[in-house]
Structure formats: C-alpha cells, structure tokens
C-alpha cells in the first residue's frame, strides 16, 4: 500500500497497544486532514477511552458504518481499515519521534490556516487577530511528555544530581536580601513587598528592577498604578545616580549621553507596560508577554508588577457575590501560575490594612483585603518606615514568610534609603545595633543584641565586640 505517516500511525494505533497509549493523550482529529482518516482516528479514539482497549476490527467497521458518510466514503474507509489491519514492526522510538513530529508540524499547520482565516474574516470563532499570537505559540508548544511521576527508587540518582545542582537566582546588590534568599529570588515564585501607603513599595520594586538590569537581565516591569514615563523616570535617576529634581533639569544632550552609557554597560533590556487600574489580569500579561516575543524578540528573566491588589482576576469578575478574600487570593495564584509558566520570578507588592498602617512593626496578620495572599506567595518582605529612621536615611526590612531561607535568621535588618535618587543601599553592621530578638548576625557571627550565635568564636571576640557596642 502507498504507506503515508497517517496510515502508519492508524496502524499502530490498530495493533500497538504501547503505542497506542502513549500517543492517544496528544493525538487530535484536526492532525488528520483527510475525512476518512479523520474518521477512522474518532472510532478507534472513541473506542480506546470507553473500553480501554484496542478496538477489533469488526467493532471498527460496525461504528463507521452507523457514522453519518456517504456510500463511497464507507467504501474507501473499509478499504483502508483492510489496508491498516496488518502486525506493526517499528522501530519504537523512531515511532514515537515521527508521531511528535507530525502532531508538530499539522498543530502549526492548523494554526497558520486559522490566523489567515481571522486575517480574511472568514473564521467561524469569535476570536480576533490579537488571538493570533496565542494561537501560533499553543501551536508551537505541541510536545509528547511522557512523564509519569517520579519514581522515588528509579530516580533516586536523578534526586542526587537535583540535590547538588546550582539553582538559577536573580541575585539583589544588597547583602542581607541576598543572605535571607540564599542568593536571590529562584524562578516559578511569587514575591511580595509589603508597606503603608508612600513607604516605598514602587522605589523598591524600581530600585529592583534597576539592579537586574545592571545585571544584564531582562525585565519586564508592569505598571497599574503609575504611568509608564513615571516609571522610567524613577529607574532614569536610579541608573543615572542623580535626584528627580536633578533629572528634570538635565539638558538633552547630557540625558542623551547618559542614556548612551547606560546602554553601554548594560547588555538586558527594560519594557515598561501600562494598565489601567482594576483592568488588567494575567491573561493581558500573557498575550504582552507573546506580543515582546514576536515583535522586539524579547523574554523576560523577571517580571515586575505594581501591584497586585489592583490587577484583575482572569477567573472571577469582582461583584457582590465574591470576597476580597477570594478575589486576591485568585489574582495571587494567577500571577505565581504565570511565574512558574513562564519560568522566571514574579515580584509584586500589596498594602498594609488599617492596623498594620498605624503600626511600626507589623506582621503577617495585617496584609490588606485578604489572608490568601501570604498563603500563596513564596517570599514576603515588610517594608517598615518611621520618623526616625526616616531621619536616618533608613528603612526597616522584615521577613514575613521565607520558603527560600531559615526566616529567624536575620528576621529584621535596616538598609538605606535614597528617596530622591530611588535608591537601596547596604549599610555598615553597625547600624543593625538594637534590632533586638531578630536573629541579625555580624561578621562574628554575634548577635547584634550582644548574644553569641555561634559558639566556634572565641570569648574575646564576643567581649570585643561588647566593648565596641559601648
């Protein structure tokens, strides 16, 4: 018979139960553009998901003939079945590729066809041409996966090599961020700022997203609170180490050559999206994410959004019906879902309720709106402000959850603050003198509320550091 890889793959499908079942899960009717085949694909589909079994031929025959097809159609599909009935001897691995392979290339097929057919408004979906994008990269996404699970015995020598691998991080430029995440934020997480209103929640997250682009990362920094100009405006003065008020009054040829540098020593880029408040949810995010990738060939290593209370939920529309609890509990999924989607770490930020806002040390228990939110993210820092540290030029950082790191450890630290440059920096041990019960550890390993953490150092270097405190 005039052997095609449709008539390959029916055959097996016919007689190879191995096969069969590790193929049926990612064959689709639309793959075969014949009617017949088409057809005959449904029966034996249909066929294998009620009965769990491969179908005989005469229960083939007996389902096509009750089928709705024309006498010359029955003709030729009882035709092929007689041409298909025949013992399979393929190789199993070259099998299993070829099938992949046309599950790939009919996917992208189908999926080319549908875009000129919305281009030509002759498609009978709904959907428009700003559907395409999503439609070419599913198409493009089309792969067998033939895991099962993990095996805790067979795969134990694949555990090791996990256990010992180097994970990826997006490291921060302060010491202690990265000493309370073992190195900076791993992908497919969601993290949190949290702080009263005009604490710093942006200035951190901006300040953040400055240093991964000195870094040479990709970053993406959505915006449903500030414009997108005042965005750039904010990492402009921290990049450029000057004050907003200096900025506004840079002449262009200097902001020209200033940009110029930047560009010179940093090889990531930055996009800046705006959303209207309450509007966007991750599926905007998604098709953004989809438009960068076509149009500018750009993929994010981290992704930034300000902020997470007033983003829309892609499940639920917010009524009377629905809670603030569950309503931002489900954005968080959303956004901690496109995280490990897209496999980079997701940054966001959220408020402080009433209490937590009059409060100079809040926990936990004062996220606004809703407690699933905490529940959901892998790493909360509280962002906490007062006069006097304002004075200082400090803020006061504390670990709220940690799925990273040891969260006793070094549970409050200070940093400095540079509000009109927006920028973070590290300050000397020194500072950390007086965080109390907070498990903050200097180069000694002493505590700075004068307790020895770390018994292998010598009572003279704790009895010096006791006379330095004084």
């Known amino acids: 018979m005039n052997q095609t890889i449709e008539k390959t793959i029916l055959s097996n499908l016919l007689k190879n139960e191995p096969f069969t079942r590790k193929v049926v899960p990612f064959l689709k009717e639309e793959y075969f553009h014949d009617r017949v085949e088409k057809l005959i694909f449904t029966s034996i589909f249909d066929f294998v998901a009620k009965y769990n079994s491969l179908p005989p031929v005469?229960?083939?025959?007996?389902?096509?003939?009750?089928?709705?097809?024309?006498?010359?159609?029955?003709?030729?599909?009882?035709?092929?079945?007689?041409?298909?009935?025949?013992?399979v001897d393929s190789n199993e691995d070259w099998l299993i590729e070829q099938t992949e392979k046309f599950c790939k290339d009919k996917a992208v097929y189908n999926a080319i066809m549908e875009s000129i057919h919305i281009i030509d408004g002759k498609s009978?979906?709904?959907?428009?041409e700003n559907a395409i994008p999503e439609i070419l990269s599913?198409?493009?996404?089309?792969?067998?996966?033939?895991?099962?699970?993990?095996?805790?015995?067979?795969?134990?020598?694949?555990?090791?090599?996990?256990?010992?691998?180097?994970e990826e991080k997006v490291p921060f430029d302060i010491s202690l961020l990265n000493t309370i995440t073992n190195g900076g934020t791993p992908s497919k997480t969601l993290n949190i700022v949290m702080a009263g209103t005009g604490v710093g929640k942006s200035l951190f997250m901006c300040h953040h997203a400055s240093s991964c682009l000195s870094?040479?990362?990709?970053?993406?920094?959505?915006?449903?609170?500030?414009?997108?100009?005042?965005?750039?405006?904010?990492?402009?003065?921290?990049?450029?180490?000057?004050?907003?008020?200096?900025l506004k009054q840079l002449p262009e040829m200097s902001y020209a050559k200033k940009i110029s540098k930047i560009q010179k020593n940093n090889s990531g880029k930055l996009i800046v999206k705006e959303y209207p408040t309450a509007t966007a949810s991750t599926n905007h995010f998604r098709h953004l994410l989809d438009e960068l990738a076509l149009k500018k060939k750009f993929k994010p290593d981290i992704i930034f959004v300000d902020y997470l209370n007033i983003c829309a939920s892609s499940?639920?529309?917010?009524?009377?019906?629905?809670?603030?609890?569950?309503?931002?509990?489900?954005?968080?999924?959303?956004l901690r879902g496109l995280a490990v989607e897209r496999n980079v770490p997701v940054w966001s930020a959220t408020q402080v309720n009433r209490t937590g806002y009059t409060s100079s040390d809040f926990g936990l228990e004062d996220t606004s709106e809703s407690f699933g939110l905490p529940a959901t993210a892998d790493f909360m820092l509280a962002l906490i402000g007062t006069e006097e540290l304002d004075q200082l030029g400090q803020i006061l950082l504390k670990q709220l959850k940690n799925r990273y790191n040891d969260s006793i450890s070094n549970r409050k630290f200070v940093i400095g603050i540079n509000r009109a440059k927006m920028k973070l920096f590290d300050l000397e041990d020194t500072a950390q003198v007086g965080l109390v019960d907070t498990g903050q550890k200097d180069s000694f390993?002493?505590?700075?509320?004068?307790?020895?953490?770390?018994?292998?150092?010598?009572?003279?270097?704790?009895?010096?550091?006791?006379?330095w405190k004084i």
């Open 58 to 87: 005469d229960a083939l025959n007996i389902t096509l003939s009750n089928a709705s097809m024309s006498d010359d159609e029955f003709k030729n599909a009882t035709s092929l079945i007689e041409e298909i009935d025949c013992e």
């Open 124 to 128: 009978t979906s709904v959907k428009t």
């Open 138 to 166: 599913e198409a493009l996404s089309v792969s067998f996966d033939a895991s099962v699970g993990h095996d805790y015995i067979e795969d134990a020598e694949e555990r090791f090599e996990f256990y010992h691998k180097v």
């Open 215 to 246: 870094q040479g990362l990709n970053v993406l920094y959505i915006t449903c609170e500030m414009a997108e100009e005042r965005i750039a405006e904010r990492i402009d003065a921290n990049l450029m180490d000057i004050t907003m008020d200096e």
């Open 315 to 334: 499940r639920m529309k917010m009524s009377g019906s629905v809670n603030s609890y569950t309503y931002i509990k489900a954005i968080a999924e959303e």
């Open 445 to 467: 390993g002493v505590g700075f509320d004068g307790n020895n953490y770390d018994t292998k150092f010598t009572k003279k270097a704790s009895e010096e550091f006791t006379d």
